[in-house]
């Protein structure tokens, strides 16, 4: 039966009358053609979720993230419900926080303390703050491209940001360790700190990995300027390296921001950091109402267990390996050229003889109508729950996907 | 903010040019154009934009160059100046350094000015259609200014490399080539866009010109369709939303 999505049109006709946007933010569907992706889900288990109108995908995008162990896992929503019954966002603090804090503090390398938040936009915001309280400088390096969520500092909303909100950020290439020199010599003792991304991950183009002096060369640079080391780690967190994306790269930041998959799609965020920094953070002040909830916590309590217990890094880098390699040969089969970036448990193809997107959106939107979602423009996400066999129904609805587009474009 | 000497340009290089297509299709407005053969050139400051319209035969002809030997001069030692008489409030010096004595073509183009505004703001149904095309033509004209003189918008707009088109699916359309080191405006549809922003028809273009559509939520009803390069077309919604701004 051809995929329609009538249900989710209908329902989006709704949504666009009391909602602006209709679907607001990264879930928009407007990166689709309508009619040929679903834009309300259902139900999800697993490595798939249905639509509104019970169309069923394998799904390479895992919440854009979150879903490392695959949507409704029993362990993890178990441990949810089970604290949830207990009482949720109590007006003191649960022995969750402590017992998570603990947890964390041994599993990332970098993490001699952790503060606790609901998603990594207040992460990056917090490690910003530190870094100027730490320092008693102004400036933030970020690197051009990245994201660190839609507050003001960060740039990324088109709506309301004034000069004054980014005046002192400084952008740089990621990656380009001479321009990051450049930018020190220029505000030589008004640097407060750098947040990059572990590897580059941007959208809208391939992603790249940090050559083996990158990041200690950039370690070094810091600690010449006394300025603060942050990694952004809740795209790439848990996914690479239970002991942190740093760790995996070889760098030990001074403050590292995570989220995302820290409780399989449960709100919580954590900012932790290296001792040093301890009596800055002491002096902070970071809350939200919800930032204690004792559920997301015992959530994550039972994600981190969970991914201890089945290495879950080392099952979704396999996964994304035989993705990667099958759809190079697939695409390659058909006379397609495409370039296909990033570790493997976070991949990212793009056609390489295009830079408008036009084969990708048709191909995304092929393997939508056969069962199979993928983005075009921003990098996936696998998680423990697909199997091989997803894996090689994938690449069938992919290979249809290519000959779709060998068809319209030629090549 | 709205920077003068950029709205200067605005003004000069991509709402003036209106008139061609006005002239062409506005019976009232070619009728008006047939009151006088002549050509008149707008000289902003010493080294600003500079534009020559010129009325013949009933039809406007709008060109950045300058004619040997223009009928009216028209210079205004300051942007704002320009501004102003466009804008129709505040100090509108112009010193007319040529052709004092033939009013009658200041009041011409005057006329016809008037007429433009009347048709770009109009809501009636017979000039819907014009006023869209207008629109399109002025839209990406006032872009590519932007991408060439807007000193925020110039560093954006150079990272981009490749052609936008806006078409209105059952009409006109109109391209910004951002591909050949210097932006470009063109009315008609590219030949090979790298993104394109199409429209359900007029009534829709216009409602959005005029800021009354929730974009994104009418792309997912499928009334407005964003194709190719996403990341473009992010760039050119600052350059639409920019536009709102100076032509207030």
Known sequence: ?411 | MVNEAVLSRVYLEAVLPCLELLTLRDTRASQLAARWNGSIRFCVGLSGPRCTVELRDSRATVTPAPLPRPDVGLFFPHEIMLNNLFRGKGLQIALPWKGLTKIKGLLTFSKLAERMQEVLESKDRETLELRAELMLGLMSRAIAVLARHDPDYKVQASHLHGVTEFRIRTGSASHVDFSGGTTKASVGRASSPDFILEFADSPLFLDVADDKVDVLAKACLGEISLKGDLHMGQIVNIALDKIGEYLL
């Not at chain 1, 009391?18 to 288990?45: D, E, M, N, R």
């Not at chain 1, 798939?48 to 490392?68: A, L, Q, T």
């Not at chain 1, 056609?351 to 995304?364: W, Y």
């Not at chain 1, 069962?371 to 075009?376: A, L, R």
């Open chain 1, 1 to 411: 039966m051809p995929y329609t999505f009538k249900k989710s049109l209908e329902l989006f006709a709704r949504a666009a009358r009391v909602i602006p946007q209709g679907i607001p933010g990264h879930l928009t569907p407007v990166i689709t053609v309508p009619g040929s992706y679903p834009y309300f889900a259902a139900k999800a288990k697993g490595c798939r979720f249905w639509d509104v109108d019970g169309n069923e995908f394998i799904d390479y995008m895992c919440g854009y993230g979150p879903m490392i162990l695959g949507y409704a896992h029993e362990k993890v929503d178990e441990a949810y419900r089970k604290q949830a019954r207990l009482g949720s966002c109590t007006s003191i603090a649960t022995n969750l926080s402590v017992d998570l804090a603990e947890e964390i503090t041994k599993t990332i390398d970098c993490a001699d303390w952790v503060m606790f938040a609901k998603n990594g936009a207040d992460a990056t915001s917090m490690a910003v703050m530190l870094a100027r309280g730490f320092t008693k400088r102004d400036k933030i390096v970020l690197a051009e491209e990245g994201y660190h969520g839609t507050q003001p500092w960060a740039g990324t909303n088109p709506v309301g940001i004034t000069p004054t909100d980014r005046a002192d950020i400084l952008m740089v290439p990621w990656g380009d360790v001479n321009a990051f020199c450049e930018v020190m010599a220029r505000h030589k003792g008004q640097v407060a700190g750098v947040m990059f991304t572990p590897y580059h991950h941007p959208v809208f183009a391939d992603q790249r990995l940090p050559g083996p002096s990158y990041w200690p060369e950039m370690r070094r640079i810091c600690d010449e300027h006394g300025i603060v080391l942050i990694i952004d780690d809740v795209r790439a967190g848990w996914r690479l390296d239970l002991r942190g994306s740093g760790h995996y790269f070889g760098i030990r930041p001074d403050l590292a921001c995570y989220s995302k998959a820290m409780a399989n799609g449960y709100a919580i965020s954590a900012l932790v950091g290296s001792e040093r920094l301890r009596i800055t953070a002491s002096k902070a002040y970071f809350a939200g109402s919800f930032w204690c909830n004792a559920p997301e916590m015992a959530a994550a309590m039972a994600c981190l267990e969970e991914m201890k217990a089945i290495d879950a890094p080392k099952v979704v880098k396999e996964l994304g390996e035989t993705l990667m390699k099958g759809l190079g040969e697939r695409a390659a089969a058909h006379g397609l050229k495409v370039s296909i970036t990033g570790p493997p448990a976070i991949p990212f193809m793009k056609f390489a003889n295009e830079t408008n997107f036009m084969r990708s959106q048709l191909f995304c939107g092929e393997c939508a109508s056969r069962g199979v979602f993928f983005h075009p423009h921003h990098n996936w996400f696998l998680s423990t729950a697909h199997t091989p066999q997803d894996i090689a129904q994938t690449l069938d609805a992919a290979d249809e996907g290519f000959r779709v587009v060998k068809e319209k474009f030629g090549g």
